[in-house]
């Protein structure tokens, strides 16, 4: 484990609500390269919103922050969120 590894984290989201066709997904990824997050973001089956989050603490948390809100015409009702322990490292952030 590197020392970078130390202070990074990955966790998994699902964001139910308005969240569909309402521009969530390239206002994530937006927001991800802002706050330099890395991993990746698409819609569920079940009309909730699925995302992976990989970066700095601090970083991770800002973003999970702007998700309670999401983009302007979003409803979020709950972000459900949870640490993963996947051993992959994404170098970028991605809309699937």
Same mark, same amino acid.
């Given at each position: 484990m590197s020392? @970078? &590894?130390l202070d990074s984290e990955t966790v998994e989201v699902v #964001? =139910? /609500?308005k969240v569909? /066709?309402?521009g969530f997904r390239a206002a994530a990824a937006r927001h991800? %390269? +802002?706050h330099e997050v890395t991993g990746w973001v698409r819609n569920a089956p079940d009309g909730s #919103?699925? +995302?992976l989050l990989q970066g700095k =603490? &601090?970083?991770v948390d800002r973003l999970l922050s702007w998700l309670y809100q999401g983009p302007e015409h979003a409803r979020v009702e709950? #972000? %459900?969120v949870?640490? @993963?322990y996947d051993d992959r490292r994404y170098q970028h952030f991605q809309i699937r």
């Open positions: 020392e @970078s &590894d #964001v =139910t /609500g569909q /066709g309402v991800a %390269h +802002l #919103v699925e +995302l =603490t &601090d970083k709950h #972000v %459900h949870i640490r @993963s």
